[in-house]
Each structure stands twice: as C-alpha cells, then as structure tokens.
C-alpha cells in the first residue's frame, strides 16, 4: 500500500466533513473530536517526515559529492 500527501489531504478533508455534519451531537460528536485530534496528530507527523526528506534531499543536491552516499531515506 502505497500513501500519497494527495492521499492525506483527502483524509483530512474526510475529517473535516465529519466534524462538519450538524446531526452530530453529544457523544458522536466527542468521539468525532477525538478521531479528528488522533488524525491531525498522525497528519502532522507525516507532514513532519516529509519536511526532514526534503531538507535531506535539498542538503544532499546542494553538497552533492561522490564522496558522499545517499541516505536510505531519499533513495527509492
């Protein structure tokens, strides 16, 4: 299985619709919040990841040496 960030923004805006839906109250609507925290927690973390692979990626074009291997995380 193969995730994109196209991927996560669609997620994202799942949650958001669910957040949305005016029929959700009490407790649904607790358990909507929780789901959106737990999703907005592992979102970041991906955004996080993605951030460090390319300045990795960035440091490696600017420094390139053959001197140098790339990193298992920029290569594929």
Do not use: C, W
């Amino acid at each position: 299985m193969r995730n994109t960030l196209g991927d996560l923004n669609n997620h994202l805006f799942a949650q958001l619709e669910r957040l949305s839906d005016e029929d959700l109250n009490g407790e649904k609507l607790s358990e909507e919040i929780e789901r959106a925290k737990a999703v907005t927690t592992v979102a970041n973390q991906i955004i996080s990841n993605g951030t460090l692979v390319l300045q990795a990626q960035k440091f490696h074009t600017e420094y390139q040496s053959k001197d140098i291997p790339k990193t298992k995380m920029l290569e594929g």
